[in-house]
């Protein structure tokens, strides 16, 4: 009666099978005993043995398995990236951070680990404008460019100058008119890599860009509250001028756009008069920064050390997503300037 382990004829199972609801796979009680069935396209129904229902098992929890693994292995050089990533990718997209929530994107150098997650990705995301000094190096190991995303190549860049020389300013995240053009950018990234989910990745990055929106309001109902003449924000290093540009903020950063710089004692001594002479209430740290220059000038101008700000990606547990990041850095700067 067996082949394969398979009871071979609609015939057969019809001999045994009580009449009832159909059998999809499944099992049907006869007497005492559950056994495993299928219903075939026509209706009928199939018996399985319960030798081959035991080999069958472990078959059908792998394709199922397989089934709800994500679609694309994402590496990302950002947090700002990362966050992204998750929101407009979905359960289509597994991202594997290689710089964390805490490190200093400015000094970071890839570990052979890292390298080994770039080159087994199908994507890369960066933020680009020379934040990642360290890419032309993963790009060789990956065998080439194609697979890396640059998330800021369509925003317009501010521009600062840095040991005499103008360069891109790379923060541009700070401005949220620029990330709906990194999630736009993204959106159209994921659909071109995995196709058949593109109409799912166009639905997510629709509900980031109105929630987006909505943070934009906030921001500016927030900033509003602050006049504009106390709108003058000491920073550790040069990293909010997209921030300040949207809402009219005037900076004065303590170092420039890498926090490796260390200040000059002049520039510190002009800093302490300008603090003084516009009479700036609160002074603010960043959470990868060494305090000791914001702290010295605080002491020497009677001006507050403000809350932490979160400048070069997100934080461990504030701030750990990007809309967290600009409500806590909006409201540490103008409850601190009021």
């Known amino acids: 009666m067996e082949r394969y382990g398979l009871i071979k004829t609609a015939r057969a199972s019809q001999s045994i099978l009580p009449t009832g609801s159909p059998c999809t796979y499944g099992h049907r009680s006869h007497g005492h005993i559950a056994i495993p069935c299928f219903q075939t396209a026509s209706g009928s129904e ?36 990362t966050d992204l990533a998750r929101n407009v990718g979905g359960d ?102 995995d196709p058949g989910h593109a109409a799912d990745y166009a639905r997510n990055s629709g ?49 420039g756009v890498s926090t490796g710089e260390e200040p000059s004692s002049r520039h510190v001594r002009e800093l302490v008069g300008l603090i003084r002479s516009e009479g700036v209430k609160s002074l603010f740290l960043e959470n990868i920064e060494n305090p000791r220059a914001i702290r010295q000038i605080s002491e020497e101008t009677g001006a507050l050390s403000g809350a932490t700000l979160y400048a070069d ?11 967290a990041m600009m409500r806590h850095n909006v409201k540490a700067i103008v409850d601190g300037l009021k």
Request: proline share 5%; charged share 25%.
């Open 313 to 323: 990606g997100l934080g461990e547990t504030k701030a750990d997503t990007y809309d």
């Open 92 to 193: 289509h997209v597994r991202v594997k951070p290689i710089i964390r929530a805490g490190m200093n994107p400015h000094d970071f150098e890839p570990t052979p680990g890292d390298v080994k997650k770039v080159v087994d990705a199908d994507l890369v995301l960066f933020t680009g404008k020379g934040i990642e000094g360290y890419l032309t190096k993963l790009e060789d190991a990956a065998g080439g460019a194609s697979k890396f995303v640059d998330l800021g190549r369509d925003i317009p860049s501010l521009t600062m100058t840095e040991d005499g020389k103008k360069v891109e300013d790379p923060h541009w995240w700070h401005s949220v008119e620029n990330m709906k053009r990194a999630t736009r950018i993204l959106a159209d990234s994921f659909a071109k890599a």
């Open 46 to 81: 199939i018996m399985i043995s319960m030798k081959f229902a035991t080999y069958l098992a472990p078959v059908l929890i792998v394709m199922s398995t397989a089934s709800l693994r994500a679609d694309l292995s994402v590496a990302s050089l950002s947090t700002i990236a």
């Open 207 to 255: 509900i980031y860009l109105e929630s987006l929106n909505e943070l934009e309001r906030w921001i500016r109902v927030k900033v509003a509250e602050l006049p504009r003449n106390k709108r003058k924000l000491v920073t550790s290093h040069d990293a909010l001028q997209y921030l300040a540009r949207d809402y009219g903020f005037t900076i004065y950063p303590v170092k």
